[in-house]
Structure formats: structure tokens, C-alpha cells
């Protein structure tokens, strides 16, 4: 593996980074993005997903029925217009539209029912409301996802981020052999490439959990579990913080995807049946900027050295 | 109080709470959160239930992945050889982020 300790995304060819916590990508780093996504593209085909591509907003009633506004107020973003009144737009576009801080003066805005997409499964379980299934369906989209945070980092924590999931809704026993055949796929590949991943249990990023019963459902009955990189960045510049006390600095471990187990949650919400049943759902999900960090880092930045398939143009 | 007495009244309890099956169709395997038979909206009310029916308080806090399972696992934690440890089970993670559904 290249020494690849002094990965600094900022410094690499073809990615440009946006403080607003997007990148744009060309070259070697384009490269990497699609052959990534062609990956998680042949595993879908393994099950025979059908894939789709949605919008980028979904309807604010859909997130509703998932309690999403109570749960992650500080994560949704929003596509916001003005209200089309003529004096309204008038007193817009004659005022100082954008401020010396870069931000825009809107004038009155108009009513805001749609949100910018903050995972990509989401659309499914509102284009299956309810059907009754005959077997279990397997799904597979990549989407531009959205959600605010306190901070950006290239790569590793962005506001708008590319995630890939492979989804299944059946049956508890279905969608669990599911989660379980890609589990294990997952770690012969990890194994395979000698990339440094632990798997852990995680929570969701719940708004004042210890007042969420969602949250200490959760804790009682872990359903995420993320693969974790740490990669020669982290694990060097720890045994440097711990050798010099003092403030450390150094990259937190990085979840590059996790694997889920909704248990019959979206499928009660959008009345989704399966045996008779609210139906079951679980998913795979990728994100795919933070994938590129990982491989990056530690693979280098050389395509001859990426351990993966070559994608088709 | 016998422990097939303490797992009927934890079966009854949360059939009521639940309204979606029988106290009789509960077996002390049965997944209840996994089956949303105790969904979040109610699993505080189950914990209220189980300090009425412990006579004690519950350190919510302190609840370990795997108390609520079912019923065997929730008589285990609370009034098992092992009560108010609870059943083992690794902490919720921390790196919780973008990259995940």
C-alpha cells in the first residue's frame, strides 16, 4: 500500500473544494467516482435490483410521515423561491439582492413543500405506498443527498454528498438474508483489497436525542452498522497526539457506508404489504465522496493502483 | 412473584400498550421492537409499566442494546441472575455521518 499519510484532498488534481461543503470533481478523481459507483452498480445487478434515478426534492408530506422534521430539523435543507406576487419579486430584484457576506435578501418566500433529498431511499418507500408485494422487491438509485451540518470537511463530511444504496423490501426473514449476503460480500472485499475497515454499531443523528424515544428505541435495538475506515492519516497522526499531549488533531475515523435495518418502519408509514404484513425493508448505502477519501488515502492516486474493475465509459 | 408470573404480566402489559396482538401470541422469544409490536412511541409507557411492575425505578440511561428484545430478555435484565447489569452488547457508535441512510 502507498505511503499515503499526507493525503491532503484540498492538494489533489481534479478535486475542487466548495467551503460550502460540496466538491466538484474531474480527472483522476472523476475516474475514481465512476469506477466506485460501477462497483456498487454490478453488486446491485447481483440481486437483481432495478434501478431507478429520482428528482432531486422530495414532497415535505412524504418526510413528514417519517417524523423526518422532528427527528433532523438540523440536517434538512431546503429549495426555497419567492413568493410569485409582482411587488413581492419587484421588491427583490430593485433591492440589494445580495448582501456584502454573500448571503441573498430574499423578499417574502413562498410556501416551501418540498425538500432537497436527505437519503436516497427515501423516494422508494413513497413510490411503493401502497402495494402489496408479491416478492421481495430489490432496488437500487444513487442520489445527490443533502443535509446541513456545523462543518465541512472535503470528501469526508459534505453538505451535499453522493450516496448509492442497494435496497430490499419483503419480508423480515427476506430483507435480513439480504443485509446478511451483502455483509458479507462486503468484508471478503475489504479483506480482499487490504483496506483498514471495522464494522460498528452506530446511531442515527437524532435533534436532542435524549428527548427521542426514536433514539432510545435505536440503543435499545441497534439497526445501523457502518463501515468504518481508518486509514494511516488517522491511525499516524494519533500516535503523534499520543506521544505530544495537548490538543489533538487529527482525522476521526470515517464511516464510508453502513448497512441497515429499517425493520417494518417505512413500510408501515407508506402502507407497504408483504405476506399478509407491513412489509420489511433494509439497505446498503454508500457514500461515495467519502469512498474516493478512502481510496485515495490509501491507495494513492494513480488508477493502476485502485483495486477495482474498470468501468465502461 | 415466579418468573412465569413476572413474563405473562410483562406479556399482558405489552399487549395493552401495543394493541396490535394477544398477550397469548407473545412467546418469550418474541421480538418486539424488531417486530414494531413496541413501536418509540411507546416504549417509554413500557418502561413506566416496568417500574410499576418492578416497585423500582429504571436508569434509562443505563439501558443496554438487546434489554427490550422480548420478554425473556427484558425478565433477564431487570429480574434475572444478572438485574440491572442487563444483557451485554457493544455501546452505540460514533461516526454517525453523511455517508449513511
Not at chain 1, 467516482?33 to 422530495?58: K, M, T, V, Y
Request: hydrophobic share 45%.
Amino acid at each position: 500500500m502507498e505511503a499515503a499519510s499526507r493525503f491532503d484532498p484540498g492538494k489533489m488534481p481534479g478535486l475542487r473544494w466548495h467551503p460550502s461543503g460540496q466538491t466538484s470533481l474531474s480527472g483522476g478523481p472523476l475516474r475514481l467516482f465512476r469506477r466506485l459507483d460501477a462497483l456498487f452498480q454490478a453488486w446491485a445487478a447481483e440481486c437483481g435490483a432495478e434501478a431507478h434515478r429520482f428528482p432531486a426534492f422530495i414532497a415535505a408530506r412524504d418526510l413528514a410521515r417519517l417524523d423526518y422534521f422532528r427527528s433532523f430539523p438540523h440536517l434538512v435543507t431546503f429549495p426555497v423561491t419567492l413568493d410569485p406576487d409582482p411587488a413581492n419579486l419587484s421588491a427583490f430584484a430593485q433591492g440589494q439582492p445580495l448582501g456584502e457576506d454573500g448571503s441573498l435578501r430574499l423578499s417574502l418566500a413562498a410556501p416551501v413543500r418540498e425538500v432537497l433529498t436527505p437519503a436516497a431511499c427515501y423516494h422508494f418507500y413513497a413510490l411503493f405506498q401502497g402495494r402489496i408485494l408479491e416478492a421481495p422487491l430489490y432496488l437500487t438509485t444513487r442520489a445527490a443527498c443533502f443535509r446541513r451540518e456545523t462543518h465541512y470537511l472535503p470528501l469526508r463530511r459534505q453538505w451535499n454528498f453522493s450516496m448509492r444504496e442497494i435496497v430490499c423490501l419483503g419480508t423480515a426473514d427476506e430483507v435480513k438474508d439480504f443485509l446478511q449476503h451483502y455483509r458479507e460480500k462486503l468484508e471478503a472485499f475489504f479483506a480482499a483489497i487490504g483496506l483498514p475497515i471495522a464494522w460498528e454499531t452506530a446511531m442515527d443523528p437524532f435533534f436532542n436525542p435524549k428527548g427521542n424515544p426514536k433514539y432510545l428505541l435505536q440503543k435499545l435495538d441497534p439497526v445501523k452498522h457502518e463501515m468504518v475506515y481508518r486509514g494511516p492519516t488517522s491511525a499516524a497522526a494519533k500516535l503523534a497526539a499520543e506521544a505530544a499531549p495537548g490538543p489533538a488533531v487529527f482525522a476521526e475515523p470515517l464511516a464510508i457506508g453502513s448497512i441497515n435495518f429499517h425493520r417494518n418502519y417505512f413500510g408501515e408509514a407508506f402502507g407497504i404489504k408483504r405476506a399478509g404484513e407491513d412489509a420489511f425493508s433494509g439497505c446498503i448505502a454508500f457514500g461515495l465522496e467519502r469512498w474516493i477519501y478512502a481510496f485515495l488515502e490509501a491507495f494513492g492516486s494513480d488508477p493502476s493502483r485502485w483495486p477495482l474493475p474498470e468501468a465502461e465509459a | 412473584m415466579h418468573p412465569r408470573t413476572i413474563k405473562d404480566a410483562l406479556r399482558e402489559r405489552i399487549a395493552r400498550l401495543s394493541g396490535k396482538v394477544s398477550a397469548s401470541a407473545i412467546a418469550d422469544d418474541t421480538p418486539i421492537i424488531e417486530r414494531r409490536i413496541i413501536t418509540s412511541l411507546q416504549v417509554m409507557d413500557l418502561i413506566l409499566e416496568l417500574e410499576n411492575l418492578k416497585g423500582s425505578p429504571i436508569d434509562v440511561e443505563g439501558l443496554k442494546p438487546g434489554a427490550f428484545k422480548d420478554v425473556a430478555s427484558i425478565y433477564a435484565a431487570f429480574w434475572g441472575a444478572r438485574a440491572g447489569i442487563g444483557p451485554g452488547g457493544a455501546e452505540p457508535g460514533r461516526t454517525g455521518g453523511n455517508g449513511n441512510a
